[in-house]
């Protein structure tokens, strides 16, 4: 689950990336966001209590 959360997640960078360089700043937050939820989300599933 794990690997699926950082193939996502980089994709979901790539996306803000673009998006940031392509002027649209509100896509490029939200994508970023995501990006690190996803992140987040990914990282809880290896670390559970």
């Known amino acids: 689950m794990a690997a699926v959360a950082v193939v996502l997640a980089l994709l ?3 996306v803000a990336y673009a998006s ?6 509100f896509l490029a937050v939200m994508a970023g966001v995501g ?3 996803t992140a987040w989300a990914g990282t ?6």
Request: negative net charge; hydrophobic residues 40%.
């Open 35 to 37: 990006a690190l939820m």
């Open 12 to 14: 979901f960078g790539g």
């Open 44 to 49: 809880t599933t290896l670390f559970r209590d």
């Open 20 to 25: 940031w360089s392509g002027g649209e700043g």
